[in-house]
T-cell receptor, first 112, second 113 residues
Framework: GENVEQHPSTLSVQEGDSAVIKCTYSDSASNYFPWYKQELGKGPQLIID?????GEKKDQRIAVTLNKTAKHFSLHITETQPEDSAVYFC???????????FGAGTRLFVKA | NAGVMQNPRHLVRRRGQEARLRCSPM?????VYWYRQLPEEGLKFMVY????????ESGMPKERFSAEFPKEGPSILRIQQVVRGDSAAYFC???????????FGQGTRLTVV
């Protein structure tokens, strides 16, 4: 089955710097890759997603890149702000698949 | 359009009791997923349901756990004879179709004492 690995587990950056979180997946059939942000005591919230027919997608300060050959995808947050502090999860799912497999999460700290 | 609604938000049960967790998907969503999250860990898939059908329950323990999504009403995750190891946050998500974006509820935090 699909396996998703996520690095780093913890990331600390200074306000205004960029943050990059990387994930790899094992099933080459995976074609949908969402990213979720989870704040303390809340449910995960979808922040951006990408499908395998594109290599990059951007939404304001957030961008995601996908390398299908290498089977890895990354989340980039530019100009980080303290409110970006949260746990971020990457995930992967396959067409016709019935479950999305999540990475273990990255705890991001943005220091003011 | 209200989001995914889960209740209760917090549930305390004694060992051996039953826990019932409810999830109302977003309007128009017929696909429901249940995940379990232990403290400081990621989300582990448990079960995927469509209306009146269990599609994939490969992540759900074979004993004591069951799930349903009736034609009318919310999806229910039921844990019988709870043990301390069942303490976790249980999240429900819904989507309009498979392999599309899923929206999560706020979760139910189960504590077994």
């Amino acid at each position: 089955g699909e396996n998703v690995e996520q690095h780093p587990s913890t990331l600390s950056v200074q306000e205004g710097d960029s943050a990059v979180i990387k994930c790899t997946y094992s099933d080459s059939a995976s074609n949908y890759f969402p990213w979720y942000k989870q704040e303390l005591g809340k449910g995960p919230q979808l922040i951006i997603d990408i499908r395998s027919n594109v290599g990059e997608k951007k939404d304001q300060r957030i961008a995601v890149t996908l390398n299908k050959t290498a089977k890895h995808f990354s989340l980039h947050i530019t100009e980080t702000q303290p409110e970006d502090s949260a746990v971020y999860f990457c995930a992967a799912s396959i067409p016709g698949g019935f479950k999305t497999i999540f990475g273990a999460g990255t705890r991001l700290f943005v220091k003011a | 359009n209200a989001g995914v609604m889960q209740n209760p938000r917090h549930l305390v049960r004694r060992r051996g009791q039953e826990a019932r967790l409810r999830c109302s998907p977003m309007k128009g969503h017929s696909h429901v997923y249940w995940y379990r999250q232990l403290p400081e860990e990621g989300l582990k898939f448990m079960v995927y349901l469509q209306k009146e059908n269990i599609i994939d329950e490969s992540g759900m323990p074979k004993e004591r756990f069951s799930a349903e999504f009736p034609k009318e009403g919310p999806s229910i995750l039921r844990i019988q004879q709870v043990v301390r190891g069942d303490s976790a946050a249980y999240f429900c998500a819904s989507s309009p179709a498979e392999n599309t974006e899923a929206f999560f509820g706020q979760g139910t935090r189960l504590t077994v004492v």
